[in-house]
C-alpha cells in the first residue's frame, strides 16, 4: 500500500469534546469522525484496526467450534415482549415503529433472536451442543456517551450464544469459550485480566470479565498478586474480620457534635480513627399490586464502617432487596427515625426497620454512630448490650486494597480495567422464556441451557490506546496495528536511488505478508515522523541517499527512543527477525 494510493487526515489537535486520552488520539489520528453524539464513522485507519481485531475473534471463535451466522440490527418487539425485556430493559433501548405502526427495536444484544432461531432449527439432543455467533453493530441509547468509542451508542460488537441439553454440558460449552476468549487477548498483545464478574442485566450465574489494564478505566478490577484470584468490584467478597467480637470497654454516652454530620467530620472531632464509626444508609423497599400501586414500603438500615462504601450488587443481592429498592426520602427517614440524615443510627428508633450490618460492623466494638437527634451522635455502642442484634450480618461494602483474600492466599490489590469481552452461563432464562425446547434422549421436551459470550470489538481498539500510548500518539500491539510497518523514505522525489530502494523493500515486504505502507506523499521528515508517530505503526524504516551511500538505512520500533542503524546487507534478515518472518524473497 502507498500513503498517496490511501487517506492519511491527522490534526494538530484534538477536538475539544475529546475527554479521554483514546479518544483524542484517534481523533487526531484521522481514524473516527464523530457523526452525532455517540456515533462515529469509522475511517479508513480505525477501520483497518477494527477488521484485524474481527479476524482474530472470527479465526478463534471458528476454531472453537462456533458457528458464525449474521442477525438483523433492526428487530421485531415480539420477541423482546416474550421475555419482558421490552419494558423492562429502560430507554437504553432504541424502540422505533414501522409505516404500519409495528413496534422494533434497534438491538443492543440478540438473545431474543437466536433463541428464536434455536427453537425453530434445533429439534433434538442429537443437534447439540451448538454455538453461534456474530460480529454485528448494536445500539444503545446511552444517556451521556462519552469517551468516543469507549462509550459510543452505536458500536460493533461480537456475541456468542450456546445451546446446550444440560446443565453440565452448558458449563462445558462456557469453559470452552472462556479459553477461547484467553487466546484471542493473548493474541491482541495487550495486558488484560480474566475477573469474576457479576451477571447484571443479561442475568445467569457463572460470569467472567476480561479486562485490558489501564489507569484510566472505568472499572476497578480486584486482584491477589499472591494467588489467581481475581473479580470486578461489585462481585469482589470482603471478608469477616478474623476473631470474635471484642467484649465493650466504654459506657453508651451521647455527645455533642454541632454541624458535623459525616462520619469523617465526626472522626476529626473526636481525635478518632475514622474505622471506629459506622455510617447509616437508609433503603425502601416497595410492595405492589398487579396495578403497579404501592400496597406496603419496608424500610431498611443498613450499617456499614464508616471509611467503607456500599456496594450496590451485593445490597440488591440480599433476602427482601431482590425486586429493587431505593434510598427512602426525607419524610419516610424523619418518621422512622425523627430526624434528618446525617444524625442517623439504630438506637431510639421512632417505627421499626430491618436493620442489616456489613460483617465488619457486626463483630466492632464500642463503635460510634448517629444520636438520632440533630448535632449528636452515640459513642461506645455495643451489639448485644445497647441495641439486638442485627436482623441479618451480610456483605455490603466494596472491598478495599489490603483486605484478606476470599482464597486465603493473601491480601487483595486493586487497579483500574476496561472491560472489552464478557462470557455467561445463562442456564433456561431465555429459553424457558420463549418455550424454546427440544426433544431429550428420553423423548420429553427440555429447554435449552444457554450461554452467552460478548466482545467489544470497536471498543477494544480504544482500550489498546488507553494502555499503549506517549506523548507523542498511539503505540499499537503489532496485531492489531493499521500498517504493521511504514517505509519512509526522505526525498524520494527527487532521488531515483532512494525512491528504487523504498518500492524495492516495500514490495519484498508485501510478497511476505507484512502489512506495510510506503509513504510516497513527499512530506518534510519531521512532518512525516510525526504523522506515523501519531498514527501508532510500530516499526518504521527511513531510507534516505546519504545513508544508502553509507550502505545502511534506519530502524525505529514505536517504543525505541532512537533509531537502529541497519546494513542494507543485513536489512532483511533484521527485519524477519523483528516481524516474526521466515527469509524475505527478494534482496533490496
Given amino acids: 500500500m502507498k500513503a498517496t494510493q490511501f487517506h492519511i487526515a491527522t490534526l494538530r489537535e484534538a477536538p475539544a469534546d475529546a475527554e479521554v ?9 484521522g481514524m473516527i469522525k464523530r457523526l452525532g453524539a455517540g456515533i462515529y464513522n469509522y475511517m479508513p485507519l480505525g477501520l483497518r484496526v477494527i477488521r484485524k481485531v474481527e479476524a482474530i475473534v472470527r479465526e478463534e471463535m471458528n476454531r472453537a467450534g462456533a458457528v458464525e451466522l449474521l442477525m438483523p440490527i433492526v428487530q421485531p418487539a415480539e420477541l423482546w415482549q416474550e421475555t419482558g425485556r421490552f419494558d423492562k430493559m429502560g430507554p437504553e433501548l432504541l424502540r422505533i415503529k414501522d409505516r404500519h405502526g409495528r413496534d422494533f427495536v434497534v438491538q443492543p444484544t440478540s438473545e431474543e433472536v437466536i433463541t428464536d432461531i434455536a427453537r425453530q432449527d434445533l429439534r433434538s439432543y442429537k443437534q447439540l451442543p451448538k454455538n453461534f455467533y456474530q460480529i454485528q453493530t448494536k445500539f444503545r441509547d446511552e444517556r451521556r456517551p462519552r469517551f468516543g468509542l469507549m462509550r459510543g451508542r ?43 464478574a457479576d451477571s ?7 460470569s467472567e470479565e476480561f479486562q485490558v ?24 467478597e470482603a471478608l469477616a474480620p478474623e476473631g470474635p467480637r471484642p467484649a465493650p470497654t466504654e459506657p453508651l454516652q451521647r455527645v455533642p457534635t454541632p454541624g458535623k454530620s459525616t462520619c469523617a467530620e465526626v472522626a476529626e472531632l473526636l481525635g478518632v480513627p475514622l474505622q471506629r464509626t459506622v455510617k447509616s444508609l437508609v433503603l425502601a423497599t416497595d410492595t405492589r399490586n398487579e396495578a403497579g ?5 419496608r424500610i431498611w438500615l443498613l450499617l456499614l464502617r464508616g471509611d467503607h462504601d456500599m456496594n450496590e450488587v451485593k445490597v440488591g443481592k440480599l433476602p427482601g432487596m431482590e425486586g429493587g ?21 439504630p438506637l431510639g428508633l421512632q417505627q421499626p426497620v430491618t436493620v442489616v450490618a456489613d460483617r465488619e460492623v457486626a463483630l466492632m466494638a464500642d463503635w460510634i454512630c448517629g444520636g438520632n437527634e440533630e448535632d449528636v451522635h452515640l459513642t461506645g455502642v455495643n451489639w448485644g448490650r445497647d441495641l439486638p442484634e442485627p436482623a441479618l450480618v451480610a456483605d455490603l461494602r466494596n472491598v478495599v486494597a489490603g483486605d484478606r483474600s476470599p482464597d486465603g492466599k493473601g491480601v487483595l490489590a486493586i487497579e483500574r480495567g476496561i472491560e472489552v469481552g464478557h ?35 470497536t471498543r477494544l481498539p480504544a482500550a489498546a490506546i488507553e494502555q499503549n500510548h506517549d506523548e507523542r500518539g498511539i503505540i499499537w500491539p503489532d496485531a492489531i496495528a493499521p500498517f504493521t510497518l511504514v517505509i519512509c523514505p526522505i526525498g524520494m522525489d527527487r532521488s531515483e536511488a532512494v525512491r528504487s530502494a523504498a ?83 527478494v534482496a533490496p
Fill in 503 to 585: 518500492e524495492s523493500l516495500h514490495d519484498a515486504l508485501a510478497q511476505a505478508g507484512v502489512d506495510v505502507i510506503l509513504d510516497d506523499r513527499g512530506e518534510r521528515p519531521g512532518a512525516m515522523f510525526a504523522d506515523w508517530e501519531l498514527i501508532g505503526v510500530p516499526h518504521r524504516v527511513v531510507i534516505s541517499e546519504r545513508g544508502l551511500k553509507d550502505g545502511r538505512v534506519e530502524y525505529q520500533h514505536r517504543r525505541d527512543t532512537e533509531a537502529t542503524g541497519v546494513a542494507l546487507s543485513e536489512l532483511h534478515a533484521f527485519l524477519a527477525a523483528r516481524l516474526g518472518l521466515g527469509v524475505l524473497p
Fill in 325 to 345: 429498592y431505593r434510598f427512602a426520602t426525607q419524610a419516610e427517614v424523619e418518621a422512622h427515625f425523627g430526624c434528618r440524615p446525617g444524625y442517623l443510627g
Fill in 154 to 196: 452505536e458500536f460493533i460488537m461480537k456475541d456468542a450464544y450456546s445451546f446446550d441439553r444440560d446443565a453440565a454440558g452448558a458449563q462445558a460449552s462456557y469453559q470452552v469459550m472462556a479459553q477461547a476468549y484467553r487466546r484471542i487477548f493473548d493474541r491482541f498483545g495487550l495486558r488484560y485480566r480474566a475477573v469474576a
Fill in 293 to 297: 400501586d404501592i400496597t406496603a414500603t
Fill in 200 to 206: 447484571g442485566a443479561i442475568g445467569g450465574d457463572l
Fill in 423 to 457: 462470557v455467561f452461563y445463562l442456564g433456561t432464562k431465555y429459553s424457558r422464556a420463549m418455550n424454546a425446547s427440544f426433544l431429550g434422549e428420553d423423548g420429553k421436551p427440555a429447554f435449552f441451557e444457554m450461554g452467552c459470550y460478548g466482545i467489544g470489538i
Fill in 21 to 29: 486520552i483514546s479518544h483524542r488520539l484517534m481523533m487526531r489520528a
Fill in 213 to 236: 489494564i489501564a489507569a484510566t478505566g472505568e472499572d476497578a478490577i480486584v486482584y491477589c498478586p499472591t494467588s489467581d484470584y481475581a473479580a470486578n468490584m461489585e462481585k469482589a
